[in-house]
Protein backbone atom coordinates (compact mmCIF):
# COMPACT_ATOMS: atom_id res chain seq x y z
CA UNK A 1 0.00 0.00 0.00
CA UNK A 2 1.02 3.60 -0.67
CA UNK A 3 1.03 5.43 3.02
CA UNK A 4 0.27 8.81 3.17
CA UNK A 5 1.17 10.59 6.45
CA UNK A 6 -0.51 14.03 6.97
CA UNK A 7 0.93 16.75 8.96
CA UNK A 8 0.06 18.28 11.65
CA UNK A 9 -2.96 16.11 13.16
CA UNK A 10 -4.42 19.22 14.42
CA UNK A 11 -4.05 23.01 13.66
CA UNK A 12 -6.10 25.94 16.01
CA UNK A 13 -6.10 29.04 13.75
CA UNK A 14 -7.98 31.90 13.87
CA UNK A 15 -10.34 33.79 10.63
CA UNK A 16 -7.93 35.27 8.35
CA UNK A 17 -5.25 32.80 9.17
CA UNK A 18 -3.11 31.17 6.37
CA UNK A 19 -3.32 27.67 6.80
CA UNK A 20 -1.03 24.65 5.51
CA UNK A 21 -1.63 21.10 5.83
CA UNK A 22 1.25 18.83 4.74
CA UNK A 23 0.54 15.43 3.17
CA UNK A 24 3.79 12.95 2.14
CA UNK A 25 3.23 9.42 0.55
CA UNK A 26 6.09 7.03 0.51
CA UNK A 27 6.60 6.68 -3.01
CA UNK A 28 5.99 9.14 -5.40
CA UNK A 29 2.54 9.27 -7.00
CA UNK A 30 2.92 11.66 -9.54
CA UNK A 31 0.63 14.83 -8.78
CA UNK A 32 -2.25 11.99 -7.90
CA UNK A 33 -3.31 13.74 -5.04
CA UNK A 34 -6.35 14.95 -4.26
CA UNK A 35 -7.89 17.05 -0.48
CA UNK A 36 -11.11 16.53 0.61
CA UNK A 37 -13.40 18.42 3.72
CA UNK A 38 -15.13 17.20 5.54
CA UNK A 39 -17.44 18.68 8.47
CA UNK A 40 -18.81 16.78 11.31
CA UNK A 41 -21.75 14.39 10.46
CA UNK A 42 -21.10 14.88 6.65
CA UNK A 43 -19.40 13.51 3.90
CA UNK A 44 -16.30 14.66 2.53
CA UNK A 45 -16.55 17.01 -0.27
CA UNK A 46 -13.30 16.79 -3.18
CA UNK A 47 -11.48 20.07 -3.08
CA UNK A 48 -8.19 19.77 -5.00
CA UNK A 49 -7.30 17.07 -7.38
CA UNK A 50 -4.52 16.20 -9.26
CA UNK A 51 -2.39 18.16 -6.58
CA UNK A 52 -3.43 21.65 -7.53
CA UNK A 53 -6.71 21.48 -9.82
CA UNK A 54 -9.86 23.13 -8.12
CA UNK A 55 -12.75 21.22 -8.23
CA UNK A 56 -15.54 23.41 -9.89
CA UNK A 57 -17.17 25.55 -7.00
CA UNK A 58 -14.44 25.81 -4.61
CA UNK A 59 -13.29 28.73 -3.13
CA UNK A 60 -10.13 30.52 -4.76
CA UNK A 61 -8.54 30.58 -1.17
CA UNK A 62 -8.18 26.78 -1.39
CA UNK A 63 -4.56 25.72 -3.38
CA UNK A 64 -2.81 22.88 -3.81
CA UNK A 65 0.74 22.35 -4.42
CA UNK A 66 3.88 20.08 -4.54
CA UNK A 67 4.96 17.17 -6.79
CA UNK A 68 6.82 13.61 -6.36
CA UNK A 69 6.31 12.63 -2.86
CA UNK A 70 5.31 15.80 -1.12
CA UNK A 71 2.03 18.18 -0.97
CA UNK A 72 0.23 20.65 0.72
CA UNK A 73 -3.04 22.29 0.98
CA UNK A 74 -2.94 25.60 1.74
CA UNK A 75 -5.69 27.89 2.81
CA UNK A 76 -4.78 31.85 2.08
CA UNK A 77 -7.42 33.49 4.72
CA UNK A 78 -9.09 31.17 6.77
CA UNK A 79 -13.08 31.71 6.46
CA UNK A 80 -15.32 31.00 9.16
CA UNK A 81 -17.20 27.72 7.35
CA UNK A 82 -13.27 26.34 6.41
CA UNK A 83 -13.07 24.66 10.54
CA UNK A 84 -13.40 21.20 9.32
CA UNK A 85 -11.18 17.66 8.94
CA UNK A 86 -9.30 17.86 5.91
CA UNK A 87 -7.47 14.49 4.12
CA UNK A 88 -5.22 14.14 1.33
CA UNK A 89 -5.89 10.64 -0.43
CA UNK A 90 -3.26 9.54 -3.83
CA UNK A 91 -4.96 7.75 -6.21
CA UNK A 92 -1.77 7.07 -8.38
CA UNK A 93 -2.06 3.11 -6.61
CA UNK A 94 -5.39 1.72 -6.20
CA UNK A 95 -6.25 4.46 -3.30
CA UNK A 96 -5.31 5.63 0.47
CA UNK A 97 -5.91 8.50 2.77
CA UNK A 98 -4.08 10.24 5.14
CA UNK A 99 -5.14 10.52 8.47
CA UNK A 100 -6.62 13.52 8.52
CA UNK A 101 -5.65 17.31 9.85
CA UNK A 102 -8.33 18.82 11.86
CA UNK A 103 -8.32 22.95 11.64
CA UNK A 104 -9.98 24.35 14.67
CA UNK A 105 -10.51 27.42 16.37
CA UNK A 106 -7.53 28.71 18.00
CA UNK B 1 -27.33 15.58 -11.03
CA UNK B 2 -25.38 12.30 -9.66
CA UNK B 3 -26.91 11.05 -6.48
CA UNK B 4 -25.90 8.06 -4.80
CA UNK B 5 -27.70 6.34 -1.57
CA UNK B 6 -26.41 3.51 0.46
CA UNK B 7 -29.06 1.48 2.53
CA UNK B 8 -28.31 -2.06 4.36
CA UNK B 9 -28.64 -3.32 7.67
CA UNK B 10 -27.84 -0.96 10.77
CA UNK B 11 -26.87 -3.77 12.79
CA UNK B 12 -24.66 -7.09 12.06
CA UNK B 13 -23.92 -9.54 14.21
CA UNK B 14 -20.05 -10.32 14.25
CA UNK B 15 -18.77 -13.03 11.98
CA UNK B 16 -21.96 -12.29 10.02
CA UNK B 17 -22.04 -10.88 5.98
CA UNK B 18 -22.64 -7.40 5.38
CA UNK B 19 -24.38 -6.69 2.25
CA UNK B 20 -24.76 -2.63 1.19
CA UNK B 21 -26.87 -1.38 -2.15
CA UNK B 22 -25.82 1.63 -3.59
CA UNK B 23 -28.29 3.14 -5.94
CA UNK B 24 -27.01 5.06 -8.73
CA UNK B 25 -29.39 8.24 -10.06
CA UNK B 26 -28.19 10.49 -13.06
CA UNK B 27 -25.84 8.40 -14.81
CA UNK B 28 -25.33 4.79 -16.09
CA UNK B 29 -23.00 1.93 -14.68
CA UNK B 30 -22.33 1.35 -18.13
CA UNK B 31 -20.66 4.63 -19.68
CA UNK B 32 -17.33 4.79 -20.44
CA UNK B 33 -15.15 5.96 -17.63
CA UNK B 34 -17.95 5.81 -14.88
CA UNK B 35 -16.51 4.20 -11.34
CA UNK B 36 -18.44 3.33 -8.11
CA UNK B 37 -16.77 2.38 -4.90
CA UNK B 38 -17.31 2.03 -1.08
CA UNK B 39 -15.07 3.95 1.59
CA UNK B 40 -16.20 3.40 5.24
CA UNK B 41 -15.02 5.47 8.17
CA UNK B 42 -14.74 4.12 11.63
CA UNK B 43 -16.05 6.82 14.66
CA UNK B 44 -13.48 9.42 14.76
CA UNK B 45 -11.03 7.85 12.63
CA UNK B 46 -10.04 8.09 9.28
CA UNK B 47 -11.37 7.55 6.04
CA UNK B 48 -10.66 4.05 4.23
CA UNK B 49 -11.32 3.18 1.02
CA UNK B 50 -12.77 -0.36 0.01
CA UNK B 51 -12.98 -1.36 -3.39
CA UNK B 52 -14.03 0.17 -6.83
CA UNK B 53 -16.31 -1.33 -9.76
CA UNK B 54 -15.48 0.10 -12.85
CA UNK B 55 -17.70 0.44 -15.94
CA UNK B 56 -16.02 -2.11 -17.78
CA UNK B 57 -16.71 -4.68 -15.18
CA UNK B 58 -13.13 -4.31 -13.51
CA UNK B 59 -13.47 -4.73 -9.80
CA UNK B 60 -10.27 -3.44 -7.19
CA UNK B 61 -10.03 -4.25 -3.70
CA UNK B 62 -7.84 -2.78 -0.82
CA UNK B 63 -5.33 -5.91 -0.57
CA UNK B 64 -5.84 -6.74 3.44
CA UNK B 65 -9.88 -6.59 2.50
CA UNK B 66 -9.41 -8.50 -1.06
CA UNK B 67 -10.51 -12.01 0.85
CA UNK B 68 -13.55 -11.12 2.51
CA UNK B 69 -15.35 -8.21 0.35
CA UNK B 70 -17.18 -8.59 -3.37
CA UNK B 71 -18.63 -5.38 -5.32
CA UNK B 72 -20.70 -6.50 -8.43
CA UNK B 73 -23.40 -4.62 -10.10
CA UNK B 74 -27.04 -5.01 -10.96
CA UNK B 75 -26.72 -2.83 -14.09
CA UNK B 76 -30.27 -3.58 -15.10
CA UNK B 77 -31.29 -1.64 -11.87
CA UNK B 78 -28.17 0.89 -11.46
CA UNK B 79 -27.10 -0.44 -7.95
CA UNK B 80 -23.73 -1.55 -6.80
CA UNK B 81 -23.66 -4.16 -4.20
CA UNK B 82 -20.75 -4.27 -1.35
CA UNK B 83 -20.38 -7.36 0.42
CA UNK B 84 -18.13 -7.95 3.83
CA UNK B 85 -17.45 -11.48 5.36
CA UNK B 86 -17.23 -12.43 8.85
CA UNK B 87 -17.73 -9.25 10.16
CA UNK B 88 -15.98 -7.68 13.41
CA UNK B 89 -16.69 -4.58 15.92
CA UNK B 90 -14.13 -2.93 14.20
CA UNK B 91 -15.89 -3.16 11.13
CA UNK B 92 -18.32 -0.83 12.70
CA UNK B 93 -18.73 2.81 11.10
CA UNK B 94 -20.01 4.52 8.35
CA UNK B 95 -19.97 3.46 4.66
CA UNK B 96 -20.09 5.76 1.82
CA UNK B 97 -21.02 5.16 -1.57
CA UNK B 98 -18.79 7.15 -4.03
CA UNK B 99 -18.58 8.24 -7.83
CA UNK B 100 -14.92 8.43 -9.44
CA UNK B 101 -14.43 11.54 -10.50
CA UNK B 102 -11.39 13.91 -12.08
CA UNK B 103 -7.99 12.86 -11.23
CA UNK B 104 -9.08 9.78 -9.84
CA UNK B 105 -10.79 11.67 -7.30
CA UNK B 106 -14.22 10.93 -5.44
CA UNK B 107 -16.14 13.22 -6.50
CA UNK B 108 -19.80 12.35 -5.57
CA UNK B 109 -20.32 11.04 -2.40
CA UNK B 110 -23.97 9.11 -1.21
CA UNK B 111 -24.73 10.47 2.74
CA UNK B 112 -23.48 7.38 3.74
CA UNK B 113 -24.74 4.80 6.23
CA UNK B 114 -23.81 3.73 9.63
CA UNK B 115 -23.01 -0.32 10.34
CA UNK B 116 -22.60 -1.14 13.81
CA UNK B 117 -21.74 -4.58 14.57
CA UNK B 118 -22.43 -5.85 17.51
CA UNK B 119 -24.05 -9.34 19.29
Known amino acids: DVLMTQSPSSVSASVGDRVTIACRAS??????LNWYQQKPGKAPKLLIY???TLQSGVPSRFSGVGSGTDYALIISSLQSEDFATYYC????????FGQGTRVEVK | QITLKESGPTVVKPTQTLTLTCTVS??????????VGWIRQAPGEALEWLAL???????RYKPSLRSTCTITADTSRDRVVFTMANLDPFDTGTYYC???????????WGQGTMVTVSS
Open chain 2, 98 to 108: VLLGPGNGFDV
Open chain 2, 26 to 35: GISLTTTGVG
Open chain 2, 53 to 59: LSWDGEK
Open chain 1, 27 to 32: QSIGNY
Open chain 1, 50 to 52: GAS
Open chain 1, 89 to 96: QQSHTLWT
